[in-house]
C-alpha cells in the first residue's frame, strides 16, 4: 500500500478570480498528468484537490470567461495555484489569463509571441510615461516623426517601418486616425492603465480583427477591484518636471469603479531665444526671390520645450452575475506642448563618401560635380519658426455581456476622436491641424467548452476626417465579421483557426484567415506554428486629392500641399489607392526550465505585397516646370513588394533568495523592400526605398534587460534598451539606462528615479545633416539611378533627468 499512498500524497489547493479580485464560484478545473482529476471553486472561488506529484495540463473554464490551459511544472505537496480569468468581453486583444504557480511561471503555449509590460513594472521603474516601458520590446519601434525632443510625437511600428500597419488601441478600442493611420502616444502617462500588452504578428484568436499584420498594442485601462484601494503621488525632478496623480479603485456592492486623473507639467531643456533661419543649404539673403536666389532672411524667435498634460479616466462596471454585467469607460488626454526647440534645429555640415556620378550628400546643384558643398548656415539655427501643438483624445466605451443559451453575448459601443490643433510651421504631416472621429458598435456570441472553446460576430464603423486644406468632411464606414475557435485534439496537441471579413466602404472587400498550432513536446516544452493574412487599409487622407488653385489666370497647387521640389513635383492623394496585404509565418518553442525560469524563442516572416509607395513622375530625370500646368504630383501607389523576418528570445528569470526577478529580450528585425521599379524613391530628396536594403529608420537589433528587486521594503530596479545600426534617431548604436530605488513605510512610499542615465544620444536640438547616413539612390543621366551616401538627421533624446516620487498608499 506505501506506493499508493506516495501517489496520492499532495494536497493542492487555490483560487479562480477575475482581474479585479472578484471570485469566480464553480469554475470547473480539469488537471491531466499523472493523473486526471477535475474538481469546481466554491462560493469564494476556492478549491483543493489530492493528486499525485508531477507535471499537469490545467484546464480551466467557466461560462462567461475565456477558457484557460496552462502547463503547470512540477507540483507537490502544499503547492497554491493562483488562476486568473479573463471575462469574455476582456479589454485585451487576446482573452487569456494568468496562472501562477507558488508564485512562479507556467509554461507559455500562445501561438504568437505576446508581451505584456504590467503596471507594477512601470511603477518599479519609475516611468511617468508609458513610451519608457514600451522601448523595452524589442519587436517595438518607437518611431520620431518630426524629432527626438519630448515635445514631439511618438508613434509606434511593430516589426517594419510604418506605424500605420500596427493597431493602437485602448481596451480594444481602435485609436489609429486616418490622417497618418497612427496616433502620438508621447504623453500617454502611466497612471490611466493597468499593463500595456503587445501583441505581435497576426494570432488566429485575436480580437481586433484583420486591419493588421504587424501587430498591436493595446492600453488596459485601470481596472475595479475587489478591495478598495486608494493611491496619491507627487513627483519633482529635472527640467522643472512635476507630476500628480491618484487612482482609485474599488467595489460598492455590485459597482466596480476605477478613477484615474494625472496632472504632468515641464518647463523643458529648452527655453531660449535665438536667430534662425528658415531653410538649411541655402545661403542668406534677405532680398526679394530671383530666379537664382531664394529668400533665407534670419529672424529672432523664442525656442521653448513646455507640455502641460492632463489626463483624466473612469471605469464603471455593473455586476448582476459573474456572467452578466454592464460598463462604462470614458477616457481624456489633453495636452499642449511648445514644439519650437524640437523643430527648429542646428544645421549641419557632415563629411560625406562619395560613389557614383554625383554629390554623395546631394547639396550640390550640379548632378555631374564630385564635390561637396559647404552649408552656408552651418552652425545656425533652422526650421520654420514658432511651432505650437495641442492635442485632445476622447475615448468612451460601453459594454454589457449576459447569459444567452449555452454561451455568451456581448455588445460594445465605442466612440472616440483624435483633434490636433497646430499653429505654427509644420515639417510633417503630424503637425497638421486636423479632428478624427471613429464609432464602433459591435456584437458576438461565444461558447467555452472544456477542451476548446468558439465565438462569432462583427461591427459596424464609422470614421470621418476633417482638417486643414480638406474640402468638407473625408468619410468611410466599414462592415467586419468573424467565426473564430479552438479545440484540444488529444492531450497535447491544440489547434485554433479564425476567418475574417471586412467590408470598407473606399475601397471593397478583404477576406483574411489565420490558423494556429500548437503541441508540447513533453513535459516543459511546447512548439507552435501559425500562418494568416492580413492588410493595412488605405488611409482617409491618402486618397483624397487637394484640388489646384486659380491664382491670377494660372492653375496653382494647392497651398496645403508642400513646396514644389526643383523638378516642380509635390505630392498629393489618390482616390484608387488599394490596401496592402501581407501573408506571415511564425514558429515558436516556450520551454519552462523550472517554476523559477522559462524561455520563449519565435522566428517569423511577413510577405507583404501591393506595398503603398510614393510614385515619382519621371523618375527625377525630368521637369515639369515648363510643362502645363507647370507641376506635376507624386502619389501613392501600389506597387511592389516588402518582407519583415527575424526572430525574438525572451528569458526570465526569479531568483528567490535574493528577491529578484531579471528579464531579457532580444530582438533581430530584418525589413526591407524589393520590386518597387525605377519611379518611387523621391530622387530629389535622395531615395530613402532601395531594393533588398533594410528600411530606414528599422535598427536589426534592438534588446533589453530588466531587473526587479525587492526587500524588508526596499525595491530597486533597473532597465537596460539597447538599439543598433539604423536607428529611429539616426545615431550610432546606442544604450539607454534607467533605474530607480525606494523605501516603503507602510502606506507611505518615496522613490528616487533616473531615466538615461548615462546621457545616451542626448542633446537639446536635431543637428541636420549630421546622422548616420543611409545609402540611398539619386537620380542618374539618361533615366538612370545610382546608390550613394544620402545624409540624414540626427535626432537627440533627453539628458540623465532625476525624480523623487512620494507615493501614498490606502
Same mark, same amino acid.
Given at each position: 500500500?506505501?506506493?499508493?499512498?506516495?501517489?496520492?500524497?499532495?494536497?493542492?489547493?487555490?483560487?479562480?478570480?477575475?482581474?479585479?479580485?472578484?471570485?469566480?464560484?464553480?469554475?470547473?478545473?480539469?488537471?491531466?498528468?499523472?493523473?486526471?482529476?477535475?474538481?469546481?471553486?466554491?462560493?469564494?472561488?476556492?478549491?483543493?484537490?489530492?493528486?499525485?506529484?508531477?507535471?499537469?495540463?490545467?484546464?480551466?473554464?467557466?461560462?462567461?470567461?475565456?477558457?484557460?490551459?496552462?502547463?503547470?511544472?512540477?507540483? #507537490?505537496?502544499?503547492?497554491?495555484?493562483?488562476?486568473?480569468?479573463?471575462?469574455?468581453?476582456?479589454?485585451?486583444?487576446?482573452?487569456?489569463?494568468?496562472?501562477?504557480?507558488?508564485?512562479?511561471?507556467?509554461?507559455?503555449?500562445?501561438?504568437?509571441?505576446?508581451?505584456?509590460?504590467?503596471?507594477?513594472?512601470?511603477?518599479?521603474?519609475? &516611468?511617468?510615461?508609458?513610451?519608457?516601458?514600451?522601448?523595452?520590446?524589442?519587436?517595438?519601434?518607437?518611431?520620431?516623426?518630426?524629432?527626438?525632443?519630448?515635445?514631439?510625437?511618438?508613434?509606434?511600428?511593430?516589426? #517594419?517601418?510604418?506605424?500605420?500597419?500596427?493597431?493602437?488601441?485602448?481596451?480594444?478600442?481602435?485609436?489609429?486616425?486616418?490622417?497618418?493611420?497612427?496616433?502620438?502616444?508621447?504623453?500617454?502617462?502611466?497612471?490611466?492603465?493597468?499593463?500595456?500588452?503587445?501583441?505581435?504578428?497576426?494570432?488566429?484568436?485575436?480580437?481586433?480583427?484583420?486591419?493588421?499584420?504587424?501587430?498591436?498594442?493595446?492600453?488596459?485601462?485601470?481596472?475595479?477591484?475587489?478591495?478598495?484601494?486608494?493611491?496619491?503621488?507627487?513627483?519633482?525632478?529635472?527640467?522643472?518636471?512635476?507630476?500628480?496623480?491618484?487612482?482609485?479603485?474599488?467595489?460598492?456592492?455590485?459597482?466596480?469603479?476605477?478613477?484615474?486623473?494625472?496632472?504632468?507639467?515641464?518647463?523643458?531643456?529648452?527655453?531660449?531665444?535665438?536667430?534662425?533661419?528658415?531653410?538649411?543649404?541655402?545661403?542668406?539673403?534677405?532680398?526679394?526671390?530671383?530666379?537664382?536666389?531664394?529668400?533665407?532672411?534670419?529672424?529672432?524667435?523664442?525656442?521653448?520645450?513646455?507640455?502641460?498634460?492632463?489626463?483624466?479616466?473612469?471605469?464603471?462596471?455593473?455586476?448582476?452575475?459573474?456572467?452578466?454585467?454592464?460598463?462604462?469607460?470614458?477616457?481624456?488626454?489633453?495636452?499642449?506642448?511648445?514644439?519650437?526647440?524640437?523643430?527648429?534645429?542646428?544645421?549641419?555640415?557632415?563629411?560625406?563618401?562619395?560613389?557614383?556620378?554625383?554629390?554623395?550628400?546631394?547639396?550640390?546643384?550640379?548632378?555631374?560635380?564630385?564635390?561637396?558643398?559647404?552649408?552656408?548656415?552651418?552652425?545656425?539655427?533652422?526650421?520654420?519658426?514658432?511651432?505650437?501643438?495641442?492635442?485632445?483624445?476622447?475615448?468612451?466605451?460601453?459594454?454589457?455581456?449576459?447569459?444567452?443559451?449555452?454561451?455568451?453575448?456581448?455588445?460594445?459601443?465605442?466612440?472616440?476622436?483624435?483633434?490636433?490643433?497646430?499653429?505654427?510651421?509644420?515639417?510633417?504631416?503630424?503637425?497638421? $491641424?486636423?479632428?478624427?472621429?471613429?464609432?464602433?458598435?459591435?456584437?458576438?456570441?461565444?461558447?467555452?467548452?472544456?477542451?476548446?472553446?468558439?465565438?462569432?460576430?462583427?461591427?459596424?464603423?464609422?470614421?470621418?476626417?476633417?482638417?486643414?486644406?480638406?474640402?468638407?468632411?473625408?468619410?468611410?464606414?466599414?462592415?467586419?465579421?468573424?467565426?473564430?475557435? $479552438?479545440?484540444?485534439?488529444? /492531450?497535447?496537441?491544440?489547434?485554433?483557426?479564425?476567418?475574417?471579413?471586412?467590408?470598407?466602404?473606399?475601397?471593397?472587400?478583404?477576406?483574411?484567415?489565420?490558423?494556429?498550432?500548437?503541441?508540447?513536446?513533453?513535459?516543459?516544452?511546447?512548439?507552435?506554428?501559425?500562418?494568416?493574412?492580413?492588410?493595412?487599409?488605405?488611409?482617409?487622407?491618402?486618397?483624397?486629392?487637394?484640388?489646384?488653385?486659380?491664382?491670377?489666370? /494660372?492653375?496653382?497647387?494647392?497651398?496645403?500641399?508642400?513646396?514644389?521640389?526643383?523638378?516642380?513635383?509635390?505630392?498629393?492623394?489618390?482616390?484608387?489607392?488599394?490596401?496592402?496585404?501581407?501573408?506571415?509565418?511564425?514558429?515558436?518553442?516556450?520551454?519552462?526550465?523550472?517554476?523559477?525560469?522559462?524561455?520563449?524563442?519565435?522566428?517569423?516572416?511577413?510577405?507583404?505585397?501591393?506595398?503603398?509607395?510614393?510614385?515619382?513622375?519621371?523618375?527625377?530625370?525630368?521637369?515639369?516646370?515648363?510643362?502645363?500646368?507647370?507641376?506635376?504630383?507624386?502619389?501613392?501607389?501600389?506597387?511592389?513588394?516588402?518582407?519583415?523576418?527575424?526572430?525574438?528570445?525572451?528569458?526570465?528569470?526569479?531568483?528567490?533568495?535574493?528577491?529578484?526577478?531579471?528579464?531579457?529580450?532580444?530582438?533581430?528585425?530584418?525589413?526591407?523592400?524589393?520590386?518597387?521599379?525605377?519611379?518611387?524613391?523621391?530622387?530629389?530628396?535622395? #531615395?530613402?526605398?532601395?531594393?533588398?536594403?533594410?528600411?530606414?529608420?528599422?535598427?536589426?537589433?534592438?534588446?533589453?534587460?530588466?531587473?526587479?528587486?525587492?526587500?524588508?521594503?526596499?525595491?530597486?530596479?533597473?532597465?537596460?534598451?539597447?538599439?543598433?545600426?539604423?536607428?529611429?534617431?539616426?545615431?550610432?548604436? &546606442?544604450?539607454?539606462?534607467?533605474?530607480?530605488?525606494?523605501?516603503?513605510?507602510?502606506?507611505?512610499?518615496?522613490?528616487?528615479?533616473?531615466?538615461?542615465?548615462?546621457?545616451?544620444?542626448?542633446?537639446?536640438?536635431?543637428?541636420?545633416?549630421?546622422?548616420?547616413?543611409?545609402?540611398?539612390?539619386?537620380? #542618374?543621366?539618361?533615366?538612370?539611378?545610382?546608390?550613394?551616401?544620402?545624409?540624414?538627421?540626427?535626432?537627440?533624446?533627453?539628458?540623465?533627468?532625476?525624480?523623487?516620487?512620494?507615493?501614498?498608499?490606502?
Amino acid at each position: 500500500m506505501l506506493p499508493v499512498l506516495i501517489a496520492v500524497c499532495c494536497l493542492v489547493s487555490g483560487n479562480v478570480h477575475g482581474p479585479s479580485g472578484a471570485p469566480i464560484a464553480r469554475a470547473q478545473l480539469t488537471l491531466r498528468g499523472a493523473a486526471t482529476l477535475t474538481t469546481t471553486t466554491d462560493a469564494k472561488g476556492n478549491f483543493s484537490v489530492q493528486i499525485p506529484p508531477g507535471r499537469y495540463d490545467l484546464t480551466v473554464v467557466s461560462s462567461g470567461y475565456a477558457p484557460l490551459t496552462v502547463n503547470t511544472g512540477v507540483i #507537490g505537496e502544499g503547492a497554491r495555484i493562483d488562476v486568473v480569468l479573463e471575462p469574455s468581453d476582456t479589454p485585451k486583444l487576446r482573452t487569456i489569463g494568468v496562472v501562477t504557480v507558488n508564485g512562479g511561471f507556467t509554461l507559455n503555449r500562445d501561438v504568437v509571441p505576446e508581451v505584456d509590460v504590467s503596471r507594477a513594472q512601470m511603477d518599479a521603474l519609475g &516611468y511617468a510615461q508609458v513610451t519608457s516601458a514600451l522601448q523595452e520590446v524589442p519587436s517595438v519601434v518607437i518611431q520620431h516623426p518630426d524629432a527626438g525632443a519630448p515635445t514631439a510625437p511618438d508613434v509606434v511600428s511593430l516589426r #517594419g517601418p510604418d506605424p500605420s500597419e500596427a493597431m493602437v488601441t485602448l481596451d480594444g478600442q481602435q485609436l489609429n486616425d486616418g490622417n497618418t493611420g497612427d496616433i502620438d502616444l508621447s504623453q500617454f502617462a502611466v497612471p490611466a492603465f493597468n499593463s500595456v500588452n503587445v501583441t505581435e504578428g497576426l494570432g488566429p484568436m485575436d480580437l481586433e480583427g484583420s486591419n493588421t499584420f504587424g501587430g498591436a498594442v493595446n492600453f488596459v485601462s485601470l481596472r475595479p477591484t475587489q478591495q478598495d484601494h486608494l493611491n496619491l503621488s507627487t513627483s519633482a525632478g529635472s527640467y522643472g518636471t512635476t507630476q500628480s496623480w491618484l487612482n482609485a479603485t474599488g467595489t460598492i456592492g455590485k459597482l466596480g469603479y476605477a478613477l484615474a486623473g494625472d496632472n504632468f507639467q515641464q518647463a523643458g531643456q529648452v527655453n531660449e531665444y535665438d536667430w534662425a533661419v528658415p531653410f538649411n543649404n541655402l545661403p542668406i539673403y534677405c532680398g526679394p526671390a530671383t530666379k537664382s536666389k531664394t529668400p533665407n532672411c534670419p529672424f529672432h524667435l523664442h525656442l521653448g520645450s513646455s507640455i502641460s498634460a492632463r489626463l483624466g479616466l473612469v471605469n464603471l462596471d455593473y455586476n448582476f452575475s459573474e456572467r452578466a454585467d454592464v460598463g462604462f469607460r470614458v477616457f481624456t488626454l489633453g495636452d499642449v506642448r511648445d514644439e519650437s526647440g524640437a523643430l527648429n534645429g542646428i544645421a549641419g555640415n557632415p563629411t560625406c563618401v562619395f560613389s557614383g556620378p554625383g554629390p554623395a550628400c546631394g547639396f550640390s546643384p550640379s548632378a555631374s560635380s564630385p564635390n561637396e558643398v559647404p552649408n552656408p548656415v552651418y552652425g545656425d539655427h533652422v526650421g520654420p519658426g514658432s511651432a505650437n501643438f495641442a492635442q485632445s483624445i476622447r475615448a468612451y466605451e460601453a459594454y454589457s455581456r449576459a447569459p444567452l443559451g449555452s454561451g455568451i453575448l456581448a455588445f460594445n459601443f465605442y466612440a472616440d476622436d483624435d483633434n490636433v490643433d497646430f499653429s505654427g510651421g509644420a515639417v510633417s504631416p503630424y503637425d497638421v $491641424s486636423h479632428l478624427d472621429t471613429r464609432y464602433n458598435e459591435g456584437l458576438s456570441w461565444g461558447r467555452s467548452f472544456e477542451s476548446g472553446e468558439f465565438s462569432f460576430g462583427g461591427y459596424a464603423r464609422q470614421e470621418a476626417l476633417s482638417g486643414a486644406g480638406i474640402a468638407g468632411t473625408l468619410a468611410q464606414s466599414i462592415n467586419s465579421y468573424f467565426v473564430r475557435g $479552438s479545440q484540444e485534439l488529444g /492531450k497535447n496537441f491544440r489547434v485554433s483557426a479564425g476567418l475574417y471579413d471586412a467590408d470598407y466602404s473606399t475601397f471593397g472587400n478583404s477576406l483574411n484567415w489565420r490558423l494556429g498550432l500548437s503541441d508540447d513536446l513533453g513535459a516543459s516544452s511546447d512548439v507552435h506554428f501559425s500562418v494568416g493574412t492580413g492588410f493595412r487599409p488605405p488611409l482617409l487622407i491618402e486618397r483624397y486629392v487637394f484640388p489646384p488653385i486659380v491664382v491670377n489666370g /494660372k492653375l496653382e497647387p494647392n497651398p496645403n500641399l508642400p513646396p514644389l521640389d526643383s523638378n516642380c513635383v509635390t505630392p498629393n492623394g489618390n482616390p484608387a489607392e488599394q490596401p496592402e496585404h501581407a501573408t506571415e509565418y511564425e514558429l515558436g518553442f516556450s520551454h519552462l526550465f523550472s517554476s523559477r525560469s522559462s524561455l520563449d524563442v519565435s522566428l517569423y516572416r511577413s510577405n507583404l505585397r501591393d506595398t503603398i509607395e510614393n510614385y515619382y513622375p519621371g523618375g527625377g530625370a525630368r521637369s515639369f516646370c515648363s510643362t502645363p500646368p507647370g507641376f506635376a504630383y507624386e502619389i501613392p501607389i501600389n506597387i511592389g513588394n516588402a518582407v519583415y523576418e527575424g526572430a525574438e528570445a525572451r528569458y526570465k528569470q526569479m531568483f528567490p533568495s535574493l528577491n529578484l526577478t531579471a528579464t531579457l529580450s532580444y530582438g533581430l528585425n530584418v525589413a526591407y523592400p524589393y520590386a518597387l521599379g525605377p519611379f518611387v524613391s523621391n530622387p530629389t530628396s535622395g #531615395g530613402t526605398l532601395v531594393d533588398y536594403q533594410q528600411f530606414l529608420g528599422v535598427p536589426q537589433q534592438q534588446a533589453s534587460a530588466v531587473l526587479l528587486w525587492a526587500r524588508n521594503g526596499w525595491h530597486a530596479s533597473t532597465a537596460l534598451t539597447m538599439a543598433g545600426a539604423n536607428n529611429t534617431l539616426h545615431q550610432p548604436p &546606442y544604450t539607454l539606462v534607467d533605474c530607480a530605488i525606494g523605501k516603503n513605510f507602510g502606506h507611505l512610499d518615496f522613490t528616487l528615479a533616473a531615466t538615461n542615465v548615462f546621457n545616451a544620444v542626448s542633446g537639446p536640438f536635431t543637428l541636420y545633416d549630421a546622422g548616420v547616413p543611409y545609402r540611398g539612390l539619386y537620380a #542618374g543621366p539618361n533615366n538612370t539611378q545610382y546608390l550613394a551616401n544620402l545624409p540624414t538627421d540626427a535626432l537627440f533624446i533627453q539628458p540623465a533627468a532625476v525624480r523623487f516620487i512620494v507615493t501614498v498608499h490606502e
